[in-house]
């Protein structure tokens, strides 16, 4: 198993990196503290997992972007809090397995082994979750529609979108940061089941309607 470790705390990827070397089976290709980095690796290196340090905030919108481009690569969510909502947050964004923040570096280990294998292991009230957004995301109506709404802001942001701005410019014409306005992009993208911004973007100019606040995304 090869892997490539990302975190910006140099001293936890040293101590994985030395952790997986003393286990059998198990390599460290590289690590590296940026997206961008581990982008450019990827392009070059021969990887089976990615382990993806959470705790101190991703991109969920770049993750996604890297699961798209380079599906045969597991990417494993480590420290992420086992709540029903993180974990589907990152089931979206393209992670197939995660790490709790309380395990073990054997638990560790033997999850990274598990997620090679297409198996993922976690408690039933966060498996009952997945189901249950399985089954808002299916055939069926959500009664609620909390899920399928855009938000005021989200139509802003997808009207923006859909005259051709850039995130910079968007934040700029909202006075939102980038970052927010890069979160309400990733979730416009979700509830429009879309796969990219310019998709988007032909989208609301071929039905400017879209960009109304409420609309309902389709199920």
């Not at 408690?123 to 855009?150: C, K, V």
Request: hydrophobic content about 45%.
């Amino acid at each position: 198993m090869n892997i490539i470790i990302l975190t910006p705390v140099r001293v936890l990827g040293d101590g994985l990196a030395a952790s997986f070397s003393r286990q059998p089976g198990m390599s460290v290709a590289a690590v590296v503290s940026q997206l961008s980095a581990l982008r450019n690796l990827l392009n070059v290196t021969s990887a089976d997992v990615v382990l993806v340090d959470v705790t101190q905030g991703v991109d969920l919108y770049d993750i996604r972007s890297i699961a798209q481009e380079f599906p045969d690569v597991a990417l494993v969510a480590l420290g992420l809090p086992e709540q029903r909502q993180a974990v589907i947050r990152c089931g979206r964004a393209g992670f197939t397995g995660y790490i709790a923040r309380g395990a073990t570096v054997d638990a560790l280990c033997k999850s990274l082994s598990d997620v090679v294998q297409g198996r993922l292991a976690c408690p039933a009230e966060i498996s009952g979750g997945l189901l249950r957004a399985l089954f808002r995301n299916g055939s069926l109506p959500d009664e609620s529609g909390a899920e399928s709404s855009l938000t005021c802001r989200e139509s802003e942001v997808l009207r923006l979108l859909g005259g051709g701005l850039s995130n910079k410019e968007i934040a700029r014409e909202l006075s939102l940061s980038i970052a927010t306005v890069k979160h309400h992009v990733h979730s416009i993208l979700e509830k429009l089941q879309l796969p990219g911004r310019a998709q988007a973007m032909r989208r609301v100019r071929d039905a400017p309607w879209m960009a109304a606040a409420g609309f309902r995304a389709p199920k």
